[in-house]
């Protein structure tokens, strides 16, 4: 009897960057080889949104391990917002309060070029996602092109910090 493999565990804010990844690197080869606009700003567009989901992916996933393996550590008030039970909370918030949980009450640094190029990342990604002018639809392809290269170097930036200093945390409660 022969078994094939129909399911991969894979780690999805990871994947949600590589695929920020490629649709970058393809834009670009559109771009130089082909001249096809259209399909560049597709794969643009499709670079901004992963990179943007990569980010999100990464701190909600963090936050709720915290959530997890210190429920008895934490207020059920604080557990109700950072699990979203009250209601939504914006990603600017998880990465600067929600972090300090793990940082020992030091949130993200928002004067770096990552919080930089993330703050522009998110208002293009929301203007992409969420139009509220008739003419949001026209995209300057440099322009988008340097936010989708800044968004991939915050996003991989910022996973790197949140990823480092929440295991540094778990490294320093095992001691």
Not at 140 to 155: C, Y
């Amino acid at each position: 009897m022969k078994f094939t493999m129909t399911a991969y565990i894979v780690d999805l804010k990871q994947e949600w960057l590589n695929d920020a990844l490629h649709f970058y690197d393809e834009a670009m080869k559109l771009k130089k080889e082909k001249g096809d606009l259209l399909e560049t700003l597709r794969y643009l567009r499709a670079s901004i949104i992963f990179s943007f989901a990569s980010i999100e992916t990464t701190v909600n996933q963090y936050l709720l391990d915290y959530i997890e393996k210190n429920r008895n550590d934490i207020c059920s008030c604080c557990i109700d917002k950072w699990t979203e039970q009250e209601g939504y909370v914006r990603i600017e918030e998880k990465l600067t309060k929600g972090v300090k949980h793990w940082r020992r009450g030091k949130p993200l640094l928002t004067q770096t070029k990552y919080w930089v190029h993330f703050k522009q990342l998110k208002r293009t990604r929301d203007d992409l996602v969420h139009p509220k002018h008739y003419d949001k639809g026209r995209y300057d392809v440099e322009k988008l092109a340097k936010t989708a290269k800044n968004g991939l170097n915050a996003a991989s930036g910022i996973m790197k910090e949140i990823k480092l200093s929440y295991l540094a945390n778990l490294q320093s409660k095992q001691q």
